[in-house]
């Protein structure tokens, strides 16, 4: 062509990404080490010289010929298995959902069971109870994790970009869990730094990577062991958090495939209990996505170590589903009990716009048409059922993350442990103080507390 080379037709045909498998031959008088190797470079297949024999012109041309053909092959699976993937992640999605709505059931009836509101048990019905209990929970978490695997298959593990104050999100994850650790008898330990400045972040999936490992560490540990979580600033732009225990260790075989999914440990925890084998792969894309990094240093009976580095500043993409707070966000009261509301309009009447329903069914209608902020439900009312109203609620997908706080009638180390296995997000004792559920609701919702005086 006037004006071109055989080196700019080539780009030029490179550059098009309809010719990517289109062979190119060079054919050139210039048959030395530099001109074949810029013909390579720019995305030629193969180069002769104009004095070549028809023989080795011929296989050249064949051999391209051969390449092209297996490109479409590997093109045509690559199409299949894309195709494949998706079925099996829409699959997945389908099969998760349709089992949540049972297991929450399963859950919240049993807990009945459990607490004698049916029916007083024996010693040997209360041992059956708590065997189903545990592993429903178990079932339910699987589906939660197989949930967030397939989100992260298809690229819909969103994040909601809020301000994470550290201190918080840690005692929150160590409160939650602590009772685990009493179980075992352990010890578990929150030591921070005070100078931890606020980062920009997803609250919820970070304490769900920090409840992850503390969970791990207290299952691979002993009775009477010790496990400590830690944070620090690194430097000016990031920070880090630790959580160390001094449990039975990881095998140094298990170490370089311990992030990846579906990679479940061959060991049950110290006393029997199971995991699902997609914490671990979770918690790091979760991390990943924070544009941050998670690591691990373990020896076996020595216990294991975990380092996340994550940085301050506003570097992830803000998703799509970030929720703004309103100048007066929504909240939905779930509670029969006049003087409980009361408490509550003191609480809350002024900043928020509260919405009351006495049963679970006015509720569930009412989300049918709006979407509150948070909701707060009344366990044991005599007009309410909050465990299956809450299995109705996490069971959507509208609502699954909107936040939700138990009101509970005693403190009883079984019902503490019951409200957070069953999916709440927090609970208060009654009688409480109208300053601690205005504290309570306004930390779950990001909104900076006013100073009050007394």
Known sequence: MPGLSGYDICRMIRENQANKHVPVMILSALNNSESRTLALKLGADSYLGKFFETDEFLACVNSMLRIKRLFRELDHKALEYEKLNRLKSELLSMVSHDLKSPLSAIIGYTMLLQEGTIGALSAEQEEVVHTILESSRHMFNLVNDLLDISRLEEGKLELRISDVEIPMLLEMATDELGILCDIKKQKLLLEITSNMPVMKGDFTRLKQVINNLISNANKFTP??????????PKDKTSFMIEVEDNGVGIPPKNLAVLFNRYQKSSKKGTLGEKGTGLGLAISKEIIEAHRGEIRVESAVGKGSHFFIRLPYDRRVAMSQDYVKIEAKPRLLIVDGQVKTLQVIEKA?????????????DDAFKLLKKKNPA????????????GNNLLARIKNGERLSRVPVIALAPRNSFLLKRDIYGSGFDAYLLKPFKARELNIKVKYFLRIERRSEQG
């Open 223 to 232: 009775e009477n062991g010790v496990i400590i979580v830690r944070a620090y």
């Open 374 to 385: 948070l909701i707060i439900i009344d366990l044991l009312t005599s007009k309410t059922n």
């Open 348 to 360: 809350l009447g002024q900043e928020f716009d509260l919405t009351c329903a006495d049963n679970p």
